[in-house]
């Protein structure tokens, strides 16, 4: 099964707003709303921020927040803020009963 | 607090074996299902493979189907993921997730298995 498909990069100034993309098909995002953000600074372990499309963990701040329409999930992060920095990946439950990521996506805050 | 720590990783010639564990502590560990997740230097992070609770649904990438194994003993809180067969591309750090509706909730520090001659 292919990969999740993400933006390599998006930037943003501190303060303003980013949305990163995680496009799939009908067998998997499209159809399960099992779909979960982890964010990864370098050198750490993923940390999730977001699963079944849009609840957030305990502890992780309200201003990520996500969605989904159709075959595409959506991350966004308001207000951003430098410790927001990092690789994202997106996830998602499959027809095949297996759990797909997406490529990542660098977020660089200007 | 929920702690993943795995163990087992190192230097394996390709087709050879290595088995990692994950010993799990600070949560019910019999009532989660539990995965595994690798990640390539410098690349993105890939689903390996789940168990069930009770070990009896398992769950395979393609990629390591018929090469690679996992099991679970919950008597002892542990995972773990026996890789025969290795190859280079399996070169990567290996992380234990607990999986809670497919979502790796907690994530070990990972453990790197290097397949090289």
């Known amino acids: 099964q292919s990969a999740l498909t993400q933006p390599p990069s998006v930037s943003g100034s501190p303060g303003q707003s980013v949305t990163i993309s995680c496009t799939g098909t009908?067998?998997?995002?499209?159809?399960?709303?099992?779909v979960s953000w982890y964010q990864q600074p370098p050198g750490t372990a993923p940390k999730v921020m977001i699963y079944?499309?849009?609840n957030r963990p305990s502890g992780v701040p309200d201003r990520f927040s996500g969605s989904k329409s159709g075959n595409t999930a959506s991350l966004t992060i308001s207000g951003l803020q430098a410790e927001d920095e990092a690789d994202y990946y997106c996830?998602?439950?499959?027809?095949?009963?297996?759990?797909?990521f997406g490529g990542g996506t660098k977020l660089t805050v200007l | 607090e929920v702690q993943l720590v795995e163990s087992g990783g190192g230097l394996v010639q390709p087709g050879g074996s290595l088995r990692l564990s994950c010993a799990a502590s600070?949560?019910?560990?019999?009532?989660?299902?539990m995965s595994w997740v690798r990640q390539a230097p410098g690349k993105g992070l890939e689903w390996v493979a789940n168990?069930?609770?009770?070990?009896?649904?398992?769950y395979f990438v393609d990629s390591v189907k018929g090469r690679f194994t996992i099991s679970r003993d919950n008597a002892r809180n542990s995972l773990y993921l026996q890789m025969n067969s290795l190859r280079a591309e399996d070169t990567a750090v290996y992380y234990c997730?607990?999986?809670?509706?497919?979502?790796?909730?907690?994530w070990g520090q990972g453990t790197l298995v290097t397949v090289s001659s």
């Open positions: 996830s998602s439950y499959t027809s095949s009963k297996i759990v797909i």
């Open positions: 009908s067998s998997d995002v499209g159809t399960y709303n099992r």
């Open positions: 168990i069930g609770r009770d070990g009896s649904e398992k």
């Open positions: 079944g499309v849009n």
């Open positions: 600070g949560f019910n560990f019999n009532v989660y299902w």
């Open positions: 997730a607990r999986e809670n509706w497919s979502c790796q909730d907690h």
